[in-house]
């Protein structure tokens, strides 16, 4: 049963704050008052594509976790990632911090990318489930910064 529970814990966990942080940040989503940089998508498209990329980053970390191949390192780095993007919805969204959420952002783009590398040398299914991710966050990039130049 611990067994189970714990898979459960490495396959959702991403999935779960997610939807907590997008619960607490809800009401203040003005996401449609902005003005925003040329591709931006609709709002209606966020939701869709964060919960495939938490799904997907709870299986590459299930996978490491699985195959007994995360070590102290890999741990770190994976839940910092996961802290630096929950928390950049709140710095964009609850408190307004454009400025601090284009810094943030790049943040998390370095230590992303930083991921993928450590977790090349481990097992390469776990960098192909997060490569959609680098991808959108790259693109998040684009459109913190093209938000923060525009408002």
Do not use: C
């Not at 779960?16 to 989503?29: A, C, H, K, Q, R």
């Not at 939701?47 to 741990?75: E, F, H, Q, R, V």
């Amino acid at each position: 049963m611990l067994k189970i529970l714990k898979s459960i814990y490495h396959l959702f966990l991403p999935v779960i704050l997610g939807s907590l942080v997008g619960l607490l940040i809800s009401s203040s989503i003005d996401y449609t008052e902005l003005i925003k940089p040329p591709f931006a998508p609709p709002k209606i498209f966020f939701p869709i594509a964060w919960t495939i990329i938490y799904l997907l980053m709870g299986i590459s970390w299930y996978i490491l976790n699985k195959k007994n191949l995360a070590d102290l390192d890999d741990t770190l780095i994976y839940y910092s990632q996961l802290f630096i993007n929950l928390l950049w919805s709140i710095i964009f969204f609850l408190l307004k911090w454009r400025f601090i959420a284009v810094i943030w952002i790049i943040l998390l783009d370095i230590i992303v990318y930083y991921m993928l590398y450590i977790f090349s040398k481990k097992n390469k299914v776990s960098v192909y489930l997060n490569i959609f991710y680098a991808l959108w966050i790259t693109f998040a990039t684009y459109l913190t910064i093209g938000i923060y130049m525009l408002n």
